[in-house]
């Protein structure tokens, strides 16, 4: 019997298997930042012991970090004690440190692949659950809890269960204006935000495969928002042609032995899966989400569901549409809005500002819209200038912000005021999530720009 594309790349790094136990499996890039970092390192410091492979970890300031006036020492004390604490962790013990105002600072799952710590067949981790990202590269990626970054730090290895082997697959071509966030928040919608709970998701067919390597990260970054530990898509061309020549690939022989090992992680044509599931994606339409976890979501010229038709609790149900101060029945469309957020790990990519860039040009963003616009790193920030992109945005009336996680969580100044309304781009509408009493619609950049630009929920096909 064949073996899966997961199968292949988890089954190579285990180290030992521990009867009716986990799996110890070796970690090749462990990805730092300041939010669950400093207590894993006080706990190496109480044990007395260094990073086994500090040229295997790579630190990054992102979570607490400002997006203007961008520099140290920051305002909030908390942000400054934790971001102080990784400059010196990462100084202490010979870490690759990116903090602010470091030409390769970013967000954590922007840096990895654009400079090539990224890569296909790899085990990569970090304190943080969007870590999925990184499987759009046929790479295993997941994230992990403080305990377990301390035990990365301290072995290169970290014990997991194996998880069970799901595929999504969809086929069909996708209709204007549908972008892989629409494809992701479709598919959560289907499944719900505990629908994959156990399984490791590979994505198949041909909609991914023609998605673009950004596309393929936005939807690889929601896959634990149907509950899966991780999501990954087997590498091809377009991995290959992304990957080549950046900073930390290899390079010349190494580059051609890599080639050799990389050309075989796909799945064999006999292997099993746990479960498969498909979809058309002709039928996918743009997408937005009405209530408090991403499995809400419809498409935007839909209304919102009858309670009585929900698996889950009509009491929950009910109680997300309070909080969200919407009706059963509601349509979306034509919903007026008070904050744009376009960025994070989920959507903070060049090929997001230019679709959100395309959509207001030769327009004037909403004046009842705030609009928050914050690249995924420096390096997506420098291309959006070189681009001609900010030109056309400061023409629109928007501005651009510096680099950070910013309004995707509430670990920062981004805040949503208090029963705002927010059409964002990130990956998490929990209540008070972007800011208590905050109401997040997730959606994608184009519906998220057209939002921008009539101050309403629009159907960005009718721009």
């Known amino acids: 019997m064949g073996q899966t594309l997961f199968d292949k790349v988890w089954d190579s790094h285990v180290i030992k298997k521990i009867d009716n136990g986990p799996d110890v499996l070796f970690i090749d890039r462990h990805m730092v930042h300041e939010v669950t970092s400093p207590v894993a390192f006080l706990g190496l410091k109480a044990r007395k012991i260094k990073v086994l492979y500090p040229e295997k970890t790579f630190a990054t300031a992102d979570h607490n970090t400002p997006t203007r006036n961008q520099h140290m020492p920051v305002k909030d004390l908390l942000s400054k004690k934790q971001l102080e604490a990784l400059e010196e962790n990462a100084k202490q013990h010979k870490i690759s440190y990116w903090g602010l105002g470091h030409e390769k600072n970013g967000i954590v799952h922007v840096i990895g692949p654009e400079h090539g710590i990224t890569l296909p067949g790899a085990t990569i981790v970090c304190g943080d659950s969007h870590t999925s990202t990184h499987g759009a590269f046929g790479a295993i990626a997941f994230g992990i809890g403080t305990s377990e970054v301390e035990m990365v730090l301290s072995t290169q290895c970290i014990m997991q269960p194996k998880p069970k082997k799901m595929r999504i697959t969809v086929n069909g071509k996708l209709s204007n204006s549908v972008t892989p966030k629409d494809v992701a928040l479709f598919i959560i919608s289907k499944l719900s935000t505990s629908g994959a709970t156990g399984y490791f998701v590979e994505y198949s067919g041909e909609v991914f495969s023609n998605m673009s390597m950004e596309g393929r990260m936005t939807v690889c970054n929601l896959s634990i928002e149907m509950g899966a530990r991780g999501g990954m898509i087997a590498p091809d061309k377009k991995t290959f042609e992304y990957i080549k020549g950046r900073e930390f690939t290899p390079k010349d022989d190494d580059w051609l032995r890599a080639m050799d090992y990389w050309k075989t992680l ?118 959006i200038k070189e681009e001609g992109l900010l030109d056309i945005l400061k023409d629109s009336g928007f501005e651009l912000r510096e680099p950070g996680c910013s309004a995707c969580l509430a670990m920062n100044d981004d805040k949503i005021p208090t029963g705002k309304y927010a059409v964002s781009t990130s990956n998490r509408n929990f209540e008070g999530r972007q800011g208590p009493g905050s109401r997040t619609l997730l959606a994608s950049p184009i519906v998220a720009a057209a939002a921008a630009i009539t101050g309403k929920i629009t159907d960005p096909r009718k721009l």
């Open 266 to 383: 796909y799945t064999d044509h006999d292997a099993l899966f746990d479960k498969e599931i498909s979809f058309n994606g002709s039928l996918i339409e743009p997408m937005i989400t009405y209530g408090t976890n991403p499995g809400m979501g419809i498409s935007i010229n839909e209304g919102i569901p009858n309670s009585d038709d929900q698996d889950g609790s009509k009491k929950t149900f009910l109680k997300s549409l309070e909080y969200m101060n919407y009706n059963e029945g509601d349509k979306i469309i034509g919903k007026n809005i008070d904050f744009v957020f376009l960025g994070s790990c989920t959507n903070g990519r060049i090929e997001d500002f230019r679709a959100f860039t395309k959509i207001v040009k030769g327009r004037k963003k909403a004046p009842n819209v705030t609009a928050w616009l914050v690249p995924g790193s420096h390096k997506v920030e420098k291309a």
